[in-house]
């Protein structure tokens, strides 16, 4: 029971243009979301993080936006830049919960 | 500051083979975690302890145990190992259960 899924197991973008990472939840109790990237041989890092009480957060080239009806957050990434080449995994948790839910992952693919 | 660290970073057993895979945090973390990275698969949480002397199961906890060993190290050890548990295991901590995650550099364990 895959309760936050990365449909989308690769993204390949120009570099410049807009990347979109997409991640669906079917856990109506997930109340915090976050997003983590990882590089090759390295632990993944976390990214940038959004409460339900948003449905959007910034940080720099990073946008997180959260579609609480749908279900759905997505990781904007303007402009794209070679460095953004890595596997990213959205994560989610329940108010309360020790632990977070994480997605399969998407590889995206920056070419210059 | 070094963050988490894992021991080893790779290792090779033969099945129905023990090993101990050891973790340390120096942040000062309350939560530890550990997971499991296999492709398509994102990362599914084995065990985790969310303090000192507490564990709990994650999603796939058969066939591992963990120790908390004191606040700075949290261990998995595999009893006997099978060829499905080829994967690469991450160590994580954090303050709490909803906070950032710290992630280790990984260890890659193959089992033949």
């Known amino acids: 029971d895959q309760q936050v899924k990365q449909n989308s197991p690769s993204l390949s973008v120009q570099e410049g243009r807009i990347s979109i990472l997409n991640c669906d939840y079917t856990n109506s109790m997930f109340d915090y979301f976050l997003w983590y990237k990882k590089y090759p041989a390295e632990g993944p890092t976390f990214l940038i993080s959004?409460?339900?009480?948003?449905d959007k957060n910034e940080d720099g080239r990073f946008t997180v936006f959260l579609n609480k009806s749908a279900k759905h957050l997505s990781l904007h990434i303007v402009p794209s830049q070679p460095g953004d080449s890595a596997v990213y995994f959205c994560?989610?948790?329940?108010?309360?919960?020790?632990?977070?839910?994480f997605g399969q992952g998407t590889r995206l693919t920056i070419n210059p | 500051n070094a963050g988490v660290t894992q021991t080893p970073k790779f290792q090779v057993l033969k099945t129905g083979q023990s090993m101990t895979l050891q973790c340390a945090q120096d942040m000062n973390h309350n939560s530890m975690y550990w997971y499991r990275q296999d492709p398509g698969m994102g990362l599914r949480l084995i065990y985790y302890s969310a303090s000192e002397g507490t564990t709990d199961k994650g999603e796939v906890p058969n066939g591992y145990n963990v120790s908390r060993l004191n606040k700075r190290e949290f261990s998995l050890r595999l009893e006997s190992a099978a060829p499905s548990q080829t994967s690469v295991y991450f160590c994580?901590?954090?303050?709490?259960?909803?906070?950032?995650?710290?992630f280790g550099p990984g260890t890659r364990l193959t089992v033949l």
């Open positions: 994560a989610a948790s329940v108010e309360g919960a020790q632990k977070l839910v």
């Open positions: 994580a901590s954090s303050f709490g259960g909803r906070d950032t995650q710290y």
């Open positions: 959004i409460s339900s009480i948003k």
